[in-house]
T-cell receptor, first 116, second 114 residues
Framework: DAGVIQSPRHEVTEMGQEVTLRCKPI?????LFWYRQTMMRGLELLIY????????DSGMPEDRFSAKMPNASFSTLKIQPSEPRDSAVYFC??????????????FGEGSRLTVL | AQSVTQLGSHVSVSEGALVLLRCNYS??????LFWYVQYPNQGLQLLLK??????LVKGINGFEAEFKKSETSFHLTKPSAHMSDAAEYFC????????????FGTGTQLKVEL
């Protein structure tokens, strides 16, 4: 079974450029999460979706960050314009919500972003 | 809101020695608790979880954790460390009130020495 698929795995860009990170959740999962991992702040939840609808975006750092989930099998996290402090590993995770769900998230392998 | 605290950002043990990674949670009601492991350049992988029932939970790779309500703890242990256990370990909590949001601790880097 395919797990959570993220692309690109690595991205190096220059300050001011637009960055788009992509995620394909596990088929049948209806909740999707975007996390950011840095040495200084650890794992932070940026935003999550239930049934393609954003539920909690309180972790999105600022207006430069936006996330969409146009359908059940695809989500994007966009940073425009990017800044060096956005350098981090961005993880996507998914879960099947509903009865009996005990909260185990399945993670992708992450997208490592470096903004020069 | 739920939170977890991991004591010790770095732990070093000898191969064959006991591994003990500490996690304390803060929650008004017993939450769901998880331990994840992250190997270099990889995503997080579930080691074990506590939801309900037996308080001693066994996971993959010989790890186990015990939920202690009186101590609000969920420490991770392994009787005998192996070199392949070197990784970063994260404790996480989720409330029982609905929603799937996991809140992670700051992580503990485990080093295993010969």
């Amino acid at each position: 079974d395919a797990g959570v698929i993220q692309s690109p795995r690595h991205e190096v860009t220059e300050m001011g450029q637009e960055v788009t990170l992509r995620c394909k959740p596990i088929s049948g999962h209806n909740s999707l999460f975007w996390y950011r991992q840095t040495m200084m702040r650890g794992l932070e939840l940026l935003i999550y979706f239930n049934n393609n609808v954003p539920i909690d975006d309180s972790g999105m750092p600022e207006d430069r960050f936006s996330a969409k989930m146009p359908n059940a099998s695809f989500s994007t996290l966009k940073i425009q314009p990017s800044e060096p402090r956005d350098s981090a590993v961005y993880f996507c995770a998914s879960i099947k919500s509903g009865g009996g769900n005990t909260g185990e998230l399945f993670f992708g392998e992450g997208s490592r972003l470096t903004v020069l | 809101a739920q939170s977890v605290t991991q004591l010790g950002s770095h732990v070093s043990v000898s191969e064959g020695a006991l591994v003990l990674l500490r996690c304390n949670y803060s929650s008004s009601v017993p939450p769901y608790l998880f331990w994840y492991v992250q190997y270099p350049n990889q995503g997080l992988q579930l080691l074990l979880k506590y939801t309900t029932g037996a308080t001693l939970v066994k996971g993959i790779n010989g790890f186990e954790a015990e939920f202690k309500k009186s101590e609000t703890s969920f420490h991770l242990t392994k009787p005998s460390a192996h070199m392949s256990d070197a990784a970063e370990y994260f404790c996480a909590v989720r409330g029982r009130g609905g929603g799937n949001k996991l809140t992670f601790g700051t992580g503990t880097q485990l080093k295993v020495e010969l």
